[in-house]
């Protein structure tokens, strides 16, 4: 599905470098089939515009809840060994399984309570063995059973990416902060005051992280997290120039 109505054509202010393209992709929580099923539509639609330098940028939550979380890791890993126009943001689903991978047990039982089962059952971890023995014990087993390279590769996630006036981060920014000051924290968490606040930096942000039934135009923010691992619409915000469209999965996928 391809949708544009929300803003091709029309007056913008906020705009990417000439000569540019890019596509920003929700939260896909372990929804392998999504996650191939959309950057299909993306490689057509690129082809179909034309010559540009085409920026991916995955803004995070790639695991969790979904099915398949090792695979949508090796996927992403591939195409990110495949272009350095791939961008990925480490979302907070990414930052809690990394510190559990790496012995912090407060992460280990946010894992479980975060949709983490499914995670683990992707890297042959089944519920019964997550839940026997201690959460120490839990975590020596996702360091023992999860790729180092694949927790490396997470870990190694950004924090942001900004293109022209568009400012890519997984769950927001702390309104009246500049940007080299703004915490991981609250990149990767923050819900308010950022998703109502008015804002007078230069950006346009593009976010996941809050899900919604569609993609949720606020003041000076585009939220483009669908809910991809319940409702089988993953989504994509594509962008050149002034103008602005939006790729989905169909939601009986």
């Not at 946010?110 to 059952?121: I, P």
């Not at 950006?203 to 585009?222: E, K, S």
């Amino acid at each position: 599905m391809v949708f544009g109505r929300f803003a091709r054509g029309a007056p913008a202010t906020f705009a990417l470098p000439p000569g540019e393209r890019a596509y920003a992709i929700g939260d896909v929580h372990g929804r392998l089939d999504l996650l191939q099923q959309l950057l299909g539509r993306i490689d057509a639609d690129d082809a179909a515009r034309g010559n540009a330098t085409t920026h991916l940028i995955l803004l995070g939550d790639l695991v969790d809840r979904g099915p398949d979380s090792a695979g949508v890791i090796r996927l992403v890993q591939r195409l990110a060994a495949a272009s350095r126009h791939v961008r990925v943001i480490k979302g907070n689903h990414e930052e809690v399984f990394v510190k559990a991978a790496r012995g912090n047990v407060r992460a280990a039982r946010g894992l479980l309570e975060m949709g983490g089962y499914e995670t683990l059952a992707s890297f042959g971890i089944d519920a019964e063995t997550a839940d026997h023995g201690t959460l120490d014990d839990l975590c020596a087993l996702i360091a023992e059973r999860v790729p180092a390279e694949a927790i490396d590769f997470l870990d190694r996630g950004e924090n942001l990416v900004l293109l022209g006036d568009y400012l890519f981060v997984h769950a927001g920014i702390r309104p009246g902060k500049p940007l080299d000051q703004q915490a991981g924290a609250d990149l990767r968490w923050i819900r308010e005051p950022f998703l109502s606040a008015r804002r007078r930096d230069p950006w346009m942000i593009v976010h996941g992280h809050t899900p919604g039934d569609a993609v949720d135009h606020g003041p000076q923010r585009i939220g483009i997290d669908t809910g991809a691992f319940a409702t089988g619409v993953l989504t994509a915000i594509g962008l050149e120039g002034t103008e602005r469209w939006f790729l989905q999965t169909d939601a009986a996928a």
